[in-house]
Structure formats: structure tokens, C-alpha cells
């Protein structure tokens, strides 16, 4: 069994403590990383304090240049990281929609290159005969990033990429389920960057609160659930580091009558169940008329049930595992309270037997808001279809939940649809899609879904403080 050890000040770390790292869709260990403890995290965040002075001075094309060749350094080791990725989150190399470990490690690198080359330049906000005045973007400094396990190399590199392009520099601590991939990616990194700017812990929650509650670090990236999201935000309110939380989703489509079921069911299978539906801006409750109602969960259950699941190494998978045992068990307990509330299983609604963590691709219908199935997050491959009968209806359920990342609707037309999209309280909404975030566009949650927004200019400003710098002329 593969150990791989951590990356602190550009040395690489083994320790006497080890986390076995399990393959989801076996059941059993299949690789190990090194792990640190509080003390250790202590002094990863001393190596990155040390470089960040050099790093935050280094000329702003050269640290674009040595991003590009972090993304060339992904692309040229794709097929070991996209293995890696696989035996780690049970998602498969290719997957449903062609959403698997192939989608991540191509995101990665396009996220990457395109931040290398977002600028940052003053912005000059008067130059007149009294004076000039400019405001300009400063680095923070130590940024602690804390990444989930569900998509574990395209979220770091969605944190590491715009603080290291800011400036900052970074002490990263993956999740315990799936931190092989990252622990790789930062030894790759290594062989590019300065000592010290890019760190990686290893460790369960008391490594994670170690580095949120540390006076060094200046700023805190989190995805992950909206109670740990609570806690993190309490631990740094002692030094007032900055946020940026993107946190719980239950997002909700909401289908208008006009649409064709058979054309428009495959797109809402998919944007349900990709990644197993183990993604924060996954497509969670599905509102429609009643005039479609029963085809369209009759469609659904067919795809559910003809979807293949499987060994995410295996040809022809669309689905793998849930990822861990404890999420397994999160989702059958949702199936089963489903049954007891009175929903019906249209397709799936067990576990398979197996030494794995596979779960059948499921569709509920009958149920609607109050029920634990619709109003709490799921992040596995059961999804509830909601009955409505008018689209103000449709918009008040979609609304009644404490979280607010995405949302869609479904429709011919366009105009109703915006219409319909722009009185949702969320914080994208996509119109014939959901969950399609891109490098150039601003992504984050409203209500208890989070606090900031990542990608793009947007995201990259998270990553610094302004400076307003005025010149007097008079």
C-alpha cells in the first residue's frame, strides 16, 4: 500500500500517525498519507509565513507564469491523478454525462490557467487637478484552505489557484476520506514553487481547527457543510480573518409545463446524479406541474433504473459508491424515513449488497416541503420529485429551505423562465441547466449556503485587501 507523506517549507513530512485512505468502492484500504497533528499545523503555517514576504513580492508575471506550469504539471500527470481520484471518491474515470475523475482533472487545469491570467491591476478612480487616487489589490497572507471530499482536487485547486495568484501563500488540509490526490498535487507543486508557498496537513478536525483558529493565518477558504461552516466561522472571529464559506446546497429546479418530458428528463437525471449526487450544486429537489407530473417521474424512474453502477474503474460505469460508509448511511436513512412519510420509491431505495458503498439510483415522488427527504441535503443518488399546481407554488417551495447555492428552471420560454429564475433566492441560477460553473463566472451561496463567491475576478478580489492610495496635487 502506497504512504504518501505531507509537504511543509517544500520538505516532504512523514510522521508516526497515518490515515488508511479507503477505496469506496471496495471497502478496504488502498493507500495512506501521513498525518500531523496541531503542532505540526503550527509549523506548516510558520513555513508559509516565512515565504510569504518573497512570494508576495515576486513580479506579478512570474507568479502567472509558475501557475501555468502547475496547470502543465496536472496535464502531463492525468492519468495517475485521475486514478488516484477514482480509488479515492469511488467516482468514475469517465462517468454519467462524462462527469467522473476525467471531468475534474480537465476542470483543474482549466481553472488553473485561466486564473493565472486574471489581472490585477490599480484601478484609478480620479486623476484630476486636485489629485490622483488609485486603489490597489494587496495579498492577505497565510491562507488556510479546507477542502471537502467530494471533488478533492478541483476545489483545492479552486482555493490554492487564486491565493497563490493574489500573493497569498497557502497551508491546505484536505479531507481525511479523499486526501491522496492532493497530497500528490502539492509534491508536484513543490518541484515549481518557492519553499514554503504551498503546504499540505494531513488530520481530522482538530488539524482543520488548529490552522482556523491561528493568529498567522489571515484567511480562511472552506467548502463543506454549513454546521462546520458555523464552527470554522466561530473559531475566526478572534482575529477577524477573512471567509470565504461555500457551504450546504439544496438546490432546487423548477420544471414549467411547456416542456417536452422525454427531451428534457435525461438533462434533469443528470444534473441530479452526477458524481452520484455528491456535489454541492447538484440539482436536490425537483418541482413539477401537475399536468407532467406522473410522466415525468415515470421517465426519471426508468433512467434511475437502467443507469449502470459500478467500480469506478470499471468501462461503462455512469455511477460509483457513495464515498464514505457514514454518507451511505445518511442516505438510506433518508430512503427510509421517505418510505414512512408516505413517499413512494419509483425506482431503487436500498442499498446494494456489496462490500462497497453503493446505493441504487433512487426517485421518491409523493412527498413535498416537510418532509426530511426535500427539505434537508441528501448529497447521494436519491432524488424527490414535488408535485405543484401553479408557479407561484413552485417558487414559494423552492424558497421555503434555509440554504440557497443554486437553483434552475426548465422551460421553452426564455422569458418565463427568467421571470420565474429571478425570484429565486439563490445565488445562481441556471435556465436548461444546473450546477454548470465556469472558471469566468462568479460562484457562491446565500442564505446558510455560504459567505463570498469563488472564480473569476470576483473570486480572486476574495484573495486580497484594497489599499486606496491618494496623491495630493493642490
Keep these: 500500500m502506497k504512504s504518501y507523506p505531507m509537504i511543509i517549507g517544500g520538505k516532504a513530512v512523514e510522521t508516526g500517525s497515518t490515515i488508511a485512505v479507503i477505496n469506496p468502492a471496495l ?4 493507500a495512506q498519507v501521513h498525518a500531523a497533528d496541531a ?3 503550527d509549523v506548516a503555517v510558520a513555513a508559509a509565513r516565512a515565504a510569504f514576504p518573497a512570494w508576495s513580492a515576486t513580479p506579478d508575471a512570474e507568479r502567472s507564469r509558475l501557475l501555468h506550469a502547475l496547470g502543465s504539471a496536472l496535464d502531463s500527470h492525468t492519468p495517475e491523478l485521475m486514478e488516484l481520484v477514482t480509488c479515492e471518491t469511488g ?12 471531468m475534474e482533472l480537465a476542470g483543474a487545469i482549466a481553472w488553473t490557467h485561466f486564473t493565472a491570467d486574471i489581472p490585477l491591476e490599480p484601478e484609478l478612480v480620479q486623476d484630476d487637478e486636485q489629485a490622483r487616487v488609485e486603489v490597489h489589490r494587496k495579498p492577505l497572507g497565510v491562507v488556510a484552505s479546507i477542502t471537502p471530499w467530494n471533488w478533492p482536487l478541483m476545489i483545492s485547486i479552486w482555493h490554492v489557484i487564486p491565493a497563490l495568484r493574489a500573493g497569498n501563500t497557502v497551508v491546505i488540509k484536505p479531507s481525511e476520506y479523499s486526501p491522496v490526490a492532493v497530497s500528490r498535487f502539492v509534491e508536484l507543486a513543490n518541484a515549481i514553487l518557492p519553499p514554503g508557498v504551498l503546504n499540505v496537513v494531513n488530520g481530522a478536525a482538530t488539524v482543520g481547527a488548529a490552522l482556523t483558529g491561528h493568529p498567522d493565518v489571515n484567511k480562511i477558504v472552506f467548502t463543506g457543510s454549513t454546521r462546520t461552516g458555523k464552527q470554522i466561522m466561530s473559531g475566526a472571529s478572534a482575529t477577524l480573518k477573512r471567509l470565504t464559506l ?4 439544496n438546490d432546487a429546479g423548477i420544471v414549467l409545463p411547456d416542456v417536452d418530458v422525454k427531451a428534457v428528463a435525461p438533462k434533469l437525471f443528470g444534473a441530479g446524479f452526477h458524481n452520484n449526487g455528491q456535489t454541492c450544486a447538484c440539482l436536490k429537489r425537483l418541482y ?3 399536468s407532467q407530473y406522473e410522466a415525468m417521474c415515470e421517465e426519471l424512474a426508468r433512467l434511475a433504473r437502467n443507469a449502470k453502477v459500478g467500480n469506478g474503474l470499471d468501462a461503462g460505469v455512469d455511477l460509483g459508491p457513495v464515498q464514505n460508509r457514514a454518507q451511505l448511511d445518511i442516505v438510506n436513512a433518508l430512503a427510509v424515513d421517505a418510505r414512512e412519510a408516505g413517499g413512494h420509491i419509483l425506482a431503487g431505495g436500498k442499498p446494494l449488497e456489496s462490500k462497497g458503498f453503493f446505493f441504487e439510483p433512487t ?3 409523493g412527498l413535498t416541503n416537510g418532509s426530511r427527504l426535500v427539505d434537508e441535503e441528501q448529497f447521494g443518488p436519491i432524488l424527490p420529485v414535488v408535485r405543484y399546481s401553479d408557479v407561484d407554488e413552485a417558487i414559494r417551495l423552492a424558497n421555503d429551505n434555509p440554504n440557497g447555492l443554486g437553483g434552475s428552471v426548465w422551460s421553452t420560454d426564455s422569458a418565463a423562465a427568467l421571470a420565474v429564475a429571478r425570484r429565486l433566492e439563490c445565488g445562481t441560477v441556471w435556465i436548461n441547466e444546473h450546477g454548470a460553473v465556469q472558471p469566468n463566472a462568479p460562484f457562491g451561496g446565500v442564505k446558510q449556503s455560504g459567505i463570498g463567491v469563488e472564480f473569476g475576478k470576483h473570486g480572486l478580489a476574495e484573495f486580497t485587501s484594497i ?3 491618494k496623491i495630493s496635487k493642490s
Design 246 to 249: 461555500e457551504l450546504g446546497g
Design 91 to 102: 467516482k468514475p474515470l469517465r462517468g454519467l454525462n462524462d462527469v467522473g475523475a476525467g
Design 363 to 365: 426517485i421518491v415522488a
Design 39 to 41: 503542532a505540526l499545523a
Design 467 to 469: 489599499q486606496t492610495v
Design 288 to 290: 413539477v406541474h401537475d
Design 27 to 30: 471497502g478496504e484500504p488502498f
